[in-house]
């Protein structure tokens, strides 16, 4: 009589969402998510509460205002800081909330429905989308940086790209193959390259402020 195997014997090696580049996997992915969100969430929950202080007193100088170029006070007096007509801080808090909740939840065995990935796709894309706006609006339309907010740009960047690798790898975004598969392999690369030209647009808009003229 043949010994039936056991269920260790027969169990894939590999589950689905096990597979494919480390970050697109369910834990490392999810700490990514988490810590991301947090940093997020605690720097647009100090901007809040330097933005409460500024409509009590406008005078008040927030924790960041060092000098003509790098002022959060100073983003908070513009247009573009509200630019939904309320404070863009508080959208921070909410989606960083979020993402905090979904990644809680990841690490703790849940599995959410392809609707519930396309969903958090469209929000991250958004977000991303309008971090690229604030970015470009410091520096060529303000001329003034926001330590708190650039926090907030170097959280959305690698959740970004992440989420959208992970998306793709696990099928939830179509794609052909080998486009999956480069992304994957290039993700940190597409991460480094985003840090690397933002900081370097910040240098050159930024230059007399590094580079102080000699004249």
């Known amino acids: 009589m043949t010994k039936a195997p056991d269920a260790e014997q027969i169990r894939p090696s590999t ?23 947090v940093v997020g969430w605690l720097a647009s ?14 005078q008040h100088t927030t924790i960041c205002d060092v000098n003509p170029w790098i002022s959060c006070g100073e983003v908070m007096n513009t247009w573009q800081s509200s630019a939904f ?40 894309t958004l977000g991303f989308v309008f971090i690229v706006w604030l970015w470009s609006q410091a520096l060529y339309a303000i001329g003034i940086l926001c330590p708190l907010c650039m ?31 480069a992304l994957g392999e290039w993700g940190w690369v597409i991460v480094a390259v985003l840090y690397v030209g933002v900081i370097a647009s910040i240098f050159f808009r ?10």
């Open 15 to 37: 589950r689905p969402d096990e597979a494919g580049p480390a970050m697109t996997r369910t834990r490392p992915y999810a700490w990514l998510l988490l810590v991301t969100s």
């Open 85 to 124: 007509g309320f404070p863009n801080m508080f959208i921070g808090i909410v989606a960083f909330a979020i993402t905090t909740t979904t990644a809680m939840g990841i690490l703790a065995g849940a599995r959410f429905g392809r609707w519930y990935w396309m969903g958090l796709q469209t929000g991250v």
């Open 151 to 181: 926090i907030v740009w170097a959280m959305m960047i690698p959740m970004f790209v992440w989420t959208t690798v992970r998306n793709l790898q696990h099928g939830i975004i179509p794609a052909p193959a080998g486009l999956v598969r």
């Open 45 to 58: 929950g100090e901007l809040v509460l330097e933005k409460l202080e500024k409509l009590v007193n406008p």
């Open 206 to 215: 930024f230059l007399p402020m590094f580079v102080p003229s000699t004249m």
